[in-house]
């Protein structure tokens, strides 16, 4: 356990008003979701092309639904773990705290964050391809294929999949937050999806000590201040432990 950069970090946050922290895959690893390239991968027997994109639900509604209520009957019994907790004690005591979660699981909204950006949606709600309406689906076994109670129109997972732009609000919420920034985490991602992986540069050019929590050294380690090596639900809560409120 790298204690002199946990240290390091925790002096950082504690002259701080202002950070963000944007999570991936890996803070929800220890709750028990797979991640999406590691060994456990959820990709393991998919490709992303396959399944995550409007194409293959175009092509195929049903296999994508069954993919998706797979992946929700996975995550529902599912608990936050110590790293997802340790993010609700840095909300509580940082001035301006922003969590953007490129998580679609829910868990960060369960351990209590109060208004996480889920920028590429959640798992929990879905969407009508007819008339739009957006609603909480907690349903597990959802019924294939869903239909909207409102019009009858076929519904989607309420998540932003590969070649799919983001919410503009979001993303201009996301990028105010990283310009302002003097300390950003970035948690458990890989770091292959944009454009969540362009985040930490764009913090770190304007200014902001940014710092990587993962398991693995990242193909973006290099690019950041520090680059600590464990498990989130080990490292996060001693961060907290050292920032010493
Ligand atoms: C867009 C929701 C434009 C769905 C997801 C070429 C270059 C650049 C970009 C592209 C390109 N080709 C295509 C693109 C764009 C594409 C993209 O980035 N593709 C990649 C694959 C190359 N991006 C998009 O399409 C995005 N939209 O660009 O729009 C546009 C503009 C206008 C008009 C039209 C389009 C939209 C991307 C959103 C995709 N949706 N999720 C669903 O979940 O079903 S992304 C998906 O991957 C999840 O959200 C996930 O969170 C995310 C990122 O993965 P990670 O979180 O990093 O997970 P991963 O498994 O990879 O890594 C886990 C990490 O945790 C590892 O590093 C591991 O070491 C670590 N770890 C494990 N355990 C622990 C741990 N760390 C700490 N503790 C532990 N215990
Ligand atoms: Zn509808």
């Not at 110590?82 to 940082?94: M, S, T, V």
């Not at 889920?118 to 879905?126: F, N, P, S």
Request: proline content about 5%; glycine content about 8%.
């Amino acid at each position: 356990m790298d204690t002199q950069a946990i240290r390091q970090i925790a002096e950082k946050i504690k002259d701080s008003t202002r950070v963000v922290v944007m999570t991936g895959a890996g803070i929800s690893q220890e709750s028990g979701v797979p991640t999406f390239r590691g060994a456990d991968g959820l990709w393991k027997s998919f490709r992303a092309e396959d399944l995550a994109t409007p194409e293959a639900f175009d092509r195929d509604p049903v296999l994508v639904w069954q993919w998706y209520d797979w992946r929700r009957g996975l995550i529902k019994p599912l608990k936050p773990n110590p790293g997802h907790y340790a993010l609700i004690e840095l909300e509580k005591r940082i001035e301006d705290f922003t969590l953007v979660t490129q998580n679609v699981d829910g868990l960060h909204r369960a351990a209590g964050s109060k208004n996480p950006i889920e920028m590429h949606g959640t798992i929990w709600r879905v969407r009508c391809l007819e008339c739009g309406n957006t609603f909480e689906n907690r349903e597990v076994p959802i019924k294939i294929l869903p239909k909207c109670e409102a019009c009858g129109g076929l519904l989607r997972p309420g998540v932003v999949w590969f070649g799919e732009a983001l919410d503009e609000k979001i993303l201009h919420a996301i990028y105010t937050c990283l310009q302002k920034a003097q300390v950003m985490l970035i948690v458990g991602t890989s770091g292959m999806v944009q454009p969540a992986a362009s985040f930490g540069i764009v913090a770190k050019r304007a200014g902001a000590f940014v710092a990587e929590v993962n398991r693995s050294n990242t193909p973006q380690s290099s690019l950041f201040d520090l680059s600590i090596q464990g498990k989130a639900g080990e490292l996060l809560p001693q961060l907290v432990e050292q920032v010493g409120w």
